[in-house]
């Protein structure tokens, strides 16, 4: 028997504590005051998500830089699946956020005459990072500015506290039910507004990806909101032995990946770009050197200059440790050969929203990685820069709704009924989220399914999926509440796994992060994004073409045409 519901009201509710979560919240505050905003993470309160474990570094086009220039750079490199005008935007903003930051005293790497070091990303003419100041403080620093923030606007917040279901009524969103897994209470939220800033899915790999398990699309997705960009994952390449934050930056400076013969495979692939791209093109070559025999892959960091070492070298904190535990060990990071992997770290797909952050539903919005910006292809200091400004943009939309909307009473029988269906597991013997996670693992990890991909494969992922949601999925069970929130987290990474594999076969296409080896070009009826659209509980696929004529810069160049696989 449920125990009773505690009801909780609040103007702005904010699922999610990280980046985007606090820049909601700050966005809310600053536009209207009298707004009570409170903010619910699954982990404990102030912990400041993936932020806190993150290297801090911000991509910035700073004041004199031309923020048109930068959108024609992202339009290239994403192969032409760039929402121009709100890149545009995001762009003119960024500089403010990284003028902000540094108020809150976050500081950042400068050379000896007081000029910003930068490190361009990707081969672009345009775009560069910014590292932090001191290696391995970024992250934690950047929490706490933004910590103290919430107390100075007087923000609430809450941990240890799973969102399960989305409350509406008369097609709004009147708030939230959840429960605290350390207690075990059931809680119904009352909110004129809600913003989902739950960053998106993972298969819970290394690289602390330990909390993103995708709840955040999938609770939009059941309130009726469309999905994007599943056909993308985010697939990264890793030390095989220990986890090293911050390689996206060692190959603008020299560092290069080679295959057993010592060969720098990458300029086979693309004689233009050569080992200097991002890993979603690496690991392609990684897998087709693994598959030819000429594994395993290590990475030559000796081309990197002694000046360039404060941008790579922990000095502090948590990447300190890590790094001196591995000299302990005998492993010297810069001068060691050992093997690196391709490991599939992130789901890409995310919530497609209006530009500050709305969604198809009336007084939902969604921020950060739970927004859909990217075509699975990465640079260095994005996630961080973007997940601010469009955390900002969605409090500040979230507090303009409120202003002008009347409050709704939700209905509390309905949230009990949903309570009670999410704590039906509870206390029943049954299969274990851990055991339905290693399932989700396996099947998602193949190169056929995930870099090399192939109709063949994905159809057998499919098939695998099902199976699993037959004999496993369907009788999940939980010890206590804590396994309660384990058995939520795999529900959402298998409605994941469904969501990438119905969005990668359905485009029959490569480009950005996404190559099926079975159509290994890009076709130009393919400008378009693959939407998901929520009919009947299922998850449609269609493709929703990329305005062109509406953009002020023609999509003529393609960053995916500097490589042959
Ligand atoms: C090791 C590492 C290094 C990185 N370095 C950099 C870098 O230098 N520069 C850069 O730009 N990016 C970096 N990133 C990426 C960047 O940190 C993240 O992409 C970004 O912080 C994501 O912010 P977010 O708010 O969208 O999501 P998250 O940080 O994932 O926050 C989402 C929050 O929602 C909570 N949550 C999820 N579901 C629920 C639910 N159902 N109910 C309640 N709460 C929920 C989670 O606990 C979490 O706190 C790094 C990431 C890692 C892991």
Redesign the pocket.
Known sequence: MLNTPERITTDILV????????WTAKGAKEADPNADVLI????FRD?????H???????VCRGGDSAEDWVKDFTYYWDGLCQQDVMETIWQQSHEIFEEYQRLGCTYLKDDEGSYRSVPQRSLDHVR?FP?AVKGT??PNARAAMIREMERLGVRRLGR????ELIKKNDRIVGAV?FNYVTGQPLIFQAKAVVI????ASWKPS???N???G??PC?AFRAGAVLRNFEFLHIWNVPRDF?W??QTVLMPLGAKFVNREGEVFMNRYSPILGPNTDPHYITRGMALETLAGRGPITLDLSAIEEKDHPIVRPKAGRHLLHYDKLIDEGIDFFRDKFEWITQVQLSNGAVETGENGETAVKGLYC????RSLDPGVYM??????T?AIT?RMSGRAAAEFIAGAEAVDLDTKAAASMLEATFAPLGKEGVTPAEVLTDLQKIITPYDVSILKTAGALHRAQQQLQQLREEKLSHLAAADPHYLLKL?EVK?IADVTDFYLTAALFREDSRAGHFRADFPHRYDDWLCWVNLYNEGGRAVPKKKFVPTADYKFPVERFYCDNFTF
């Open positions: 699922i999610g504590g990280g980046s985007s979560g606090l619910v993470d699954k982990s912990w400041g998500g993936l932020m474990l993150s290297g801090g570094d911000l991509e990072l932090v970024g992250g506290i799973e969102i399960t959840g800033a739950a960053g998106i690289y602390n990806q909390t993103a398990c709840e955040g609770l986890e934050e911050g921020a950060g990685r739970c260095g200091g994005f996630a961080l820069m997940t955390g939520e959402a």
